[in-house]
């Protein structure tokens, strides 16, 4: 059997349209930011847990988004501690299959639980084309878990 599709992007690549609500069986747009703006909030159904900083990594999220937004960016430490923080908790829930197409579950806005994230839905962030995203080092290890990772195209 393949493995379920999961495509990782930019909202920005989003349909215009809100989304409604979701059908039971149907693809979900899915944020992958800890603090999504309202805008995408309007355009996805809901978010996905661990796909982003949670806890101490929100301090090292914004560290590394203030010294890449300097003018004076000379040093990529900030940045490489923020990947990494993300890459170990990461590891540790793929090896724990918490990741797993069928176990792992999304969530409305609010952080109210709801079902397994679905075969062919859409993980999103704001980052722009080009950028260096959390999302692509989210990847491996989502395909470790079990699903077929693809760039979402608009």
Do not use: K, N
């Not at 397994?116 to 722009?128: A, D, H, K």
């Not at 999302?135 to 195209?153: S, T």
């Amino acid at each position: 059997m393949p493995a379920p599709l999961l495509l990782l992007g930019s909202a920005a690549d989003l349909p215009a349209d809100l989304p409604g609500p979701p059908s039971p069986a149907a693809p979900l747009r899915l944020t992958a930011m800890a603090r999504p703006p309202t805008w995408v909030r309007r355009l996805t159904h809901g978010s996905a847990p661990h796909a982003c900083a949670e806890g101490e990594e929100l301090g090292l999220m914004d560290l590394a988004l203030a010294a890449r937004a300097s003018p004076l960016f000379t040093t990529r430490a900030p940045v490489d501690r923020y990947f990494a923080a993300l890459e170990a908790r990461w590891e540790t829930l793929a090896v724990a299959g918490v990741l797993a197409p069928g176990v792992w579950a999304w969530t409305w806005h609010d952080g109210t639980a709801r079902g397994p994230i679905r075969p062919g839905s859409v993980l999103v962030c704001t980052c722009r084309t080009g950028q260096e995203c959390h999302l692509g080092h989210l990847a491996p290890f989502l395909m470790r878990a079990g699903w077929d990772v693809r760039r979402l195209r608009r």
